[in-house]
């Protein structure tokens, strides 16, 4: 069974940043690809970021340049930091790894982005 439990979330002004942690339960070398994916209230989950077991890095057009993904091996921690926060990055966050055929799923941590 693998668990992932996000944290980090919360309200920030327009401008602001905030920094997201996935933490996994088992070796992050288990996972092809680690990555934060976003949902907005009636819109479709969409990718956010992912890094590949080798550290490869893959980013969505919409926060290329504000976001960074990053990963603590030792810790089994993948993080997102977001700066420059803007209203629409307004949405749920998930924490997602992928392993061969296998998709697995944090419960989400909410960001709010408003003045």
């Known amino acids: 069974q693998v668990q992932l439990v996000e944290s980090g979330g919360g309200l920030v002004q327009p401008g602001g940043s905030l920094r997201l942690s996935c933490a996994a339960s088992r070796s992050l070398f288990s996972f092809n690809v680690m990555g934060w994916y976003r949902q907005a209230p009636g819109k479709q989950r969409e990718l956010v970021a992912t890094?590949?077991?080798?550290?490869?890095?893959n980013y969505a057009d919409s926060v290329k340049g504000r976001f960074t993904i990053s990963r603590d091996v030792t810790k089994n921690t993948v993080s997102l930091q977001m700066n420059s926060l803007k209203i629409e990055d307004t949405a749920r966050y998930y924490c997602n790894a992928r392993k061969g055929g296998g998709d697995y799923w944090g419960q989400g941590t909410q960001v709010t982005v408003s003045s």
């Open positions: 890094i590949t077991t080798g550290g490869s890095t």
